[in-house]
């Protein structure tokens, strides 16, 4: 039977030894999938984990991303398309999971597997509760995106017909409402946190100098 797909689950367990920051280790990794599509003419799917935020991309080196025709982000029950070669990037994909039984194990236990079916719209997450801070900052990245927003540039990370603002003039905004008789130290570090607790919780999104509301 021939080839049609081969798929490495995940990458890091895939280069036992290597590095996946180290631009050196990725072009062997993308100069192995090149000799599987060239030897096979098969496609080939590396499984590949984001870091801590999802909205900056894969782990690693961005080697992978550069050589890569399509880039797919799984998320909460949600295919994004991040990159395509010759296609449309940000197109959405919902999907629910089904599972079936594919029969008994030896001490009689049953094997499952899960179906992918698709769906009109995605599962929405449990969002977690903003709040101190993070409210704040929330309520004046919505108020500066209401007096100032534009609708942002479609890129292989935001989809078209986002509204949003520049990240300096979230800051900018956050700076008044938060106080200027502060210490401008403890300002900005009060920002960044509230930032972070926002990217955590699902509720913002950033690119580049570009942020908005999800």
């Not at 689950?9 to 599509?37: C, F, H, W, Y």
């Not at 709040?131 to 990245?141: P, R, V, Y």
């Not at 300096?168 to 960044?192: L, M, N, P, T």
């Amino acid at each position: 039977m021939p080839l049609g797909l081969v798929i490495f689950d995940t990458l890091s367990r895939s280069i036992p030894g290597g590095d996946e920051n180290e631009t050196k280790d990725m072009t062997q990794v993308v100069a192995a999938a090149d000799r599987i599509r060239d030897e096979f003419k098969a496609a080939t799917i590396y499984v590949h984990h984001s870091g801590k935020d999802p909205t900056k991309g894969a782990r690693g080196s961005s080697a992978l991303f550069a050589a890569a025709d399509m880039v797919m982000l799984i998320n909460e029950h949600c295919g994004t398309m991040e990159k395509v070669m010759d296609g449309v990037a940000g197109e959405r994909f919902p999907f629910s999971l089904e599972v079936v039984e594919l029969g008994y194990d030896c001490d009689g236990d049953p094997v499952t597997t899960c179906l992918l079916n698709a769906t009109e719209t995605a599962i929405a997450p449990k969002k977690a509760k903003i709040k101190g801070i993070a409210s704040i900052a929330l309520q004046t990245l919505n108020e500066e995106i209401a007096t100032n927003g534009v609708q942002l540039p479609e890129t292989s990370t935001i989809a078209k017909g986002v509204t949003g603002v520049r990240l300096d003039q979230w800051r900018e905004r956050f700076r008044i409402r938060y106080g200027d008789d502060k210490d401008s130290a403890v300002r900005a570090k009060a920002f960044w946190r509230a930032k972070d607790a926002l990217l955590s919780a699902s509720a913002i999104s950033i690119s580049d100098q570009w942020v908005w509301v999800l």
